[in-house]
């Protein structure tokens, strides 16, 4: 925890002989979309850079979680290639379900974190991290959602993916400072709020439209 509290007085507080012009160009080298690959690779240090990056989570939403969950949708038409039958309209509907799915599943996520938090830790999901740490990890399950639509043969290995969502989440869970009783229960509801409510919504659309 010690190591926790100093990387974060050294990402927030630097003296001023520290602040280089070459730091500065290499932080504007960031990128939303390839900080996701680097999250997935390494773990802590991806969330280090993430937050070394100061992006607004508008930047990262617009840079990587509504360009990946749109592609995510857009493989579903892979049916064309696979299905005798292939129906548009279907597929379509269902295209959209899945868009759908993700974008509400990232502010149900920020709702449902609010309500059952504890007491002591509700602020920390008004923070720009917390709504980078559900955006970030969404955006690792539409990433997995894209090999099973485009190779059907993969969609078996796909559904054991979301466990790494989970080890990513308990990787980035330190930098929201959580009171250190409320880390285990806080990480537990995140991990399935997360991995839970996409599949849920896509569920619930599914029934909705054709059914």
């Not at 309209?89 to 799915?101: D, E, M, R």
């Not at 970030?136 to 090999?147: G, Q, V």
């Amino acid at each position: 925890m010690s190591d926790s509290i100093s990387d974060d007085i050294n990402l927030n507080i630097e003296p001023e002989s520290s602040k280089r012009p070459e730091r500065k160009e290499h932080i504007k080298r960031y990128s939303p979309f390839l900080l996701l690959f680097s999250i997935l690779m390494t773990g802590t240090a991806g969330w280090k850079d993430l937050r070394r990056a100061r992006f607004k989570p508008e930047q990262t939403a617009a840079g990587c979680f509504y360009p990946l969950i749109a592609m995510a949708s857009v493989c579903r038409f892979a049916d064309w290639f696979y299905l005798p039958e292939f129906n548009l309209s279907i597929t379509l509907i269902n295209a959209t379900s899945v868009f759908v799915s993700f974008f509400f599943s990232y502010f149900a996520v920020q709702v449902l974190c609010r309500w059952i938090f504890p007491m002591n830790a509700k602020s920390k999901t008004e923070t720009s991290f917390f709504k980078l740490l559900v955006q970030y990890s969404l955006s690792s399950l539409a990433l997995f959602w894209i090999p099973g639509e485009l190779m059907p043969i993969l969609e078996p290995l796909t559904v054991f993916l979301p466990i790494w969502t989970a080890f990513i989440i308990t990787r980035g869970i330190r930098f929201l400072r959580l009171p250190e009783k409320s880390v285990n229960r806080c990480t537990a509801i995140i991990v399935l709020t997360v991995i839970v409510m996409p599949y849920l919504f896509l569920w619930l659309s599914e029934k909705i439209f054709l059914d």
